[in-house]
Structures are given as C-alpha cells and as structure tokens.
C-alpha cells in the first residue's frame, strides 16, 4: 500500500497563477496556499470546486460500560436514526456543501438491523472493552479497514475527488484518547479530554481507564499499527483508517475533522507515511488532546471555533473555505486581464 | 444618532433552541453564539440567512504622494475598473455568497468619470495630504458619512439585512492607522503595517508620515471623532463610518473586515458607542495594528487566515460560515423529535 504522490510541479504553476491576479502577493495567505495544495492534488493548476463525499461510519465501544460518557449508549443508534432523517449537524451541512452523504453502520450495539437509509456493514455489536482486553481482532480490524477502502472507491467511481470521513460511537472519544496516546507516546493527562461534556468526576474515571488501557498493551509494540488499532481503537476508527489509506492511494485529498479523525489520521499515518500528504486539517478543536495530535501530524488546521460535535462538522464546514479560495483562484483576473499596474517598482 | 438596541429576549430564546438541538451542549462553540446574535438582531428565534449587499467605496489619497504605497495611485482608478467587470476578489467572493455587490466612487484622483457600472459620489480627487494638513474639510465629511447612510437605507429598502462595506484606495492603510493611533492612544510602531507589502525602508518611512500627522493635530480633541476623521481619515474611510452608524440606527448587522474596516469602526463607535453592538468581526487580519484595534473595539474575529487583501474579503467569506451557523440553528432536529435520549442523568 503506497500513497499516491501530489504533483508538485502542478503546485509550482498553481504558484505562479496566483501571484498574477489582481491583489497584493500573498494577500489571500491560506487561500493561496489551500488552492495551491489542491491544484497539486486534483492534478488542475486552476480547479473547480471538486465534488464531494461523506462517510459518518457509526459503531459502539464495549469501554462505554466502564461509564466514560456523559451520553447512554443508545444514542449511538438513535443518531444513526437522525442522520438517516437529515435531522443531524452533519446532514445540514452536507446540504449546504451539495455533498453526498453516507451514514454506514459498522458496528453498532443492537438488536434492530441497521435501518433503512444507512449502509449496514456490521462487524460487531460494539467492540470489546479496551480497558480489560483487545477492542477487535486482527480480522475484525482488517474488515474495518476494507470497508474504509470499499466506500473510497464506491465514490472515486461516482466522481468524488475529495472525502470527508465523519463518525458516532458513544465512548468513542475514550479509544481515540488512546490511539493517540499509544501513537504518539503522550500521557493520558494531556490528551483525554470531555468528550460530549462530562464533569470532573467522570473525566477522572476517564483517565484512569486510558491509563489501564495502556498498562495493559504495554507489551504492543509501537511500531505495530495496525495492533495498536485492533487493542484499543474500534470499528469507525479502524473504518476511518482505512478510509485515508485508500484515499492517499486513489491520490484523493481528505479533509480531516477533529479529535477521532486525527486519531485515525495517527494510525494511517503509521501505516503509511504518505498518507500525510493528502490531509487537509480543517478544524482545532476543544477536544484537550487534539492540537497536540496535530502537531503530531504537523498539519495546521484552518478554522478554530470552538467545535467539539465531531460527525465530521468541522470538515463539512471547512468545505466553504475550500470553494472559496477555489472560486478566487478560478475566477480572479489577472493584472494583465484587468489592466491594473503591479508594484510601483516591479510591474507585473 | 442613537443606536437600535438588539433584543435580548430573542437571544435568549435563541440560545435555549441550540441546547435541544441533537448535539451535545455548546459543542458548535461559537457556531452556536453567531446564531444567537444574528436571531437577537434579525428579530427572528431562528433566522434564515438575511439578504446581504456588499458596498466597495473607492477613493484616493494625498499622502500616497509621500511614497506610503507599494502600488501607485493609478491602482485605486484600475482596480475599479476591475470590480464593475467583476475581477477583483471580492467580485468573487459576493458571487459565491450571492451578495449584491455596488462600487461607489467617493473620491478617485481621476479626470475620467466614474466608470459605468460604479456609482459616482465623488467628493474631491483624493484627500489633501494628511501629513501636511487636514484631509478633509468638515463638510467633505459629512458627505463621506451621508454617501454612506444613503447605502443603508437603500439597500434595507431592498430587503438586505446585512452589509458589508469593503474599500480600495492606495494610501488607505497610512490613514486608517492616523485614525487607529488618534483613537486608542497606540503608538505608531504598534499600529502601522506593511499595507499592501512595502519593503522596511518604506515601512520606516510610513511611521514617520504617521508621526507627523499626529504630532500636527495634537490640538485636536481625541474625543471629537469628526475632527480626527477630518484631519487623517478619508473619503472611504468617513463613508464606511456613515455606513456603520446608519446601519447601528436602522437595526442591521455589519459583517467588519480587516484594517480599513476597524479604523472605520472605532470612529463609529467613539461617535455612538452603541453601534459597537451591530458589528461582527470576521477576520484577524496580518496587518500590524489589525489585532489592537479589535481589542479596542473587544470584538473577536472569527476567522484567521492571514488575510490582508481589504476590498471587504474577509467579511465576504465570512458569509459562508454565517450561512452555515443560522442554517444548523434552523434545519438541525431537536432531541425530542429525533427520539434520541438527552445526558445519561438528566434526559432533554
């Protein structure tokens, strides 16, 4: 599995472009350098506005009897019903951004089939409590990881040339805190954070759990990925994973959300360098652990508004930045076209 | 002039809305504050996104003749040119976010007309040099401040309810950082930038400009924001402070931009503080004395992304993140008609 290469002479006239059109040089800052970054990924010095997908892969955790959340577990398949019924943030967005939304179901804890509307690729009913054992398998993780990939080529067969992977899975937020502490050796202190809002007692707990999960693997070795997923992660972030493996492959960018998209994004990383190079970070998010994962990554997230709602908001919201600063690079006339004087000293 | 008062009674309806909506409590941060303020101003529990207009005022000025630019002063006439044939950025911008846009000459430095496609309000051709005498007369501002009451009431008559006044003028930066200094007692060093990009021998030779102005109206009143409008403002500058003021009067919010636009503000708000309460800032922009002024004003930007182009680009894209706020506080389900259970012990 090899990652895809930007093509960074495309970047380099992406470049050149910009410092024609009819504004002071560099005054557009991230706009610039985000158009440029997707020039060289969309193989088109001067992109269209690409079209867009979105995958919320939904799943439960076993660690969430332990109490960690402020939320009872079903929610998860509650939720699943709202973004069936376009009711959630996620789907409002979506809607805004004209991108196809699809929620799939890899694991969650119930009785009831996956309901109509929603993609069923069950591979559990919950993981495994990450604090007393292994979340998943081996193969469960290799499943988790295939249906990531399957839904990156369903939509590069659609026409989708940028992806966002979103996600809901109360506890979720509990095997992210220890994917990233496990992937980037951080203490649990400084990564586990409140989740949907839990109150001090609950975030106590929170920790020492992390912190046994941890304990327990001390014997997986940090050099082991795909492990490391398998003993503390679950089915949407192994999903997730696979998802931006894939896509990093197919050469399509993902625009990362927060705390459990950087989680995931650590863990494909890990797998495949590469995969980097085709992450946009969109948001930072209050979620205590996540600008230190980014940092991890070294990606710079765009927006900073406070977001903590995940589903892959931050991401869906990023996207009218992205059109944005595609339209200024697309439609902006150059001083040529417009007729109008460079700098005093250095006409353009 | 007496500022509207939003209604804090809508706002705080508002704000009970957003805690039913399905998501944890204040996780769309300051998503969900936007949404807040815009509902107390546009006098709706749950607005739709409100019609917006975009007004660029053009005008030159004398102290460009000190060499302050990087560009020279035939840009402002070019650049205008360049909006009415829909080039520039904010052309873009307003397309996407599908805002009226009208350019309005209030005092281009040109024996041409007005182009067709502006509106010609032209008060003088360009301002005097300001940092040799008063760049305007008292009656020339209160032109400037009527051109830009006029742009309110024409555009509520319209139906918009939100406006943003953008500007372009080559030598603006030096006047609006007089304004900035005068207004909050910062020193120059602290205040003015590089503008649209000059070299350290030009940026030393702007602070001294700077300097002297302010050495020269010592005697003027810091509490007369008229006479310091007058002394080192400009044509825009004194339109956009009309625009605000009327638009504080009328009830509808402005969307403030960058450097120009915050200069603008302050004079507004030192002449009814009360207008302070219609102003949204969208952006942190990289000139030097952009920061301190919003301190000053104690308005947050929302965005930060190294803008520094003006012409209203900043709050244009900020339309994007406003549409989404109002959209997710309009179109998302609450827990009880999603059926999905509130906080494990306190169900909503």
């Known amino acids: 599995l090899t990652a ?10 992406a470049r050149a472009r910009q410092n024609l059109l009819t504004k002071p040089a560099g005054s557009l800052g991230r706009l610039e350098d985000l158009a440029c970054w997707l020039a060289a990924r969309l ?50 967005l979506a809607r805004l951004a004209d991108a196809r939304i699809e929620v799939v179901d890899v694991g969650v804890a119930s009785d009831e089939p996956t309901p109509s509307g929603a993609t069923s690729a069950r591979i559990g009913r919950g993981t495994h409590d990450l604090s007393r054992e292994s979340a998943m398998s081996d193969a469960q993780v290799t499943k988790a990881l295939d249906v990531g990939a399957r839904c990156v080529e369903e939509s590069y067969a659609r ?52 912190a046994s999960a941890l304990q327990r693997m001390t014997l997986v070795a940090k050099d082991a990925p795909l492990r490391v997923l398998a003993e503390v992660g679950g089915f949407e972030l192994a999903a997730i994973t696979g998802l931006y493996l894939a896509a990093a492959k197919r050469g399509v960018p993902v625009v990362l959300d927060g705390f459990l998209s950087a989680a995931a994004a650590l863990a494909a990383v890990a797998i495949e360098p590469g995969a980097r190079d085709w992450m946009l970070a969109s948001h930072l998010s209050t979620e205590l652990g996540h600008a230190l994962a980014l940092r991890a990554l070294e990606l710079e997230p765009l927006l900073d508004l406070k977001l903590r709602l995940g589903e ?29 004087s460079g700098p005093a000293d250095t006409r353009v």
Chains 1, 2 share one sequence.
Request: aromatic share 4%; net charge neutral; hydrophobic share 50%.
């Open 43 to 92: 193989g088109d010095v001067a992109p269209a506005m690409p079209r867009c997908e979105i995958f919320v892969f939904a799943a439960d955790h076993g660690v969430a009897t332990r109490g960690v959340s402020a939320f009872p577990q079903s929610v998860t398949e509650q939720m699943v019903h709202n973004f069936t019924r376009g009711g959630a943030g996620i789907n409002v």
């Open 159 to 210: 026409g989708a040339r940028i992806l966002i992977a979103g996600e809901m899975g109360i506890g979720n937020t509990t095997a992210a805190a220890c994917l990233i502490c496990a992937l980037t050796g951080a203490e649990p202190a400084s990564v586990v954070g409140r989740g949907t809002g839990i109150e001090d007692p609950v975030l106590a707990l929170k920790r020492a759990v992390v």
């Open 312 to 340: 892959g908001t931050g991401a869906a919201l990023t996207l009218q930045i992205i059109r944005a600063a595609l339209a200024l690079h697309r439609e902006m006339a150059t001083f040529a076209q417009a007729g109008v």
């Open 4 to 13: 895809a290469v930007p093509d960074r002479s495309i970047e380099a006239h």
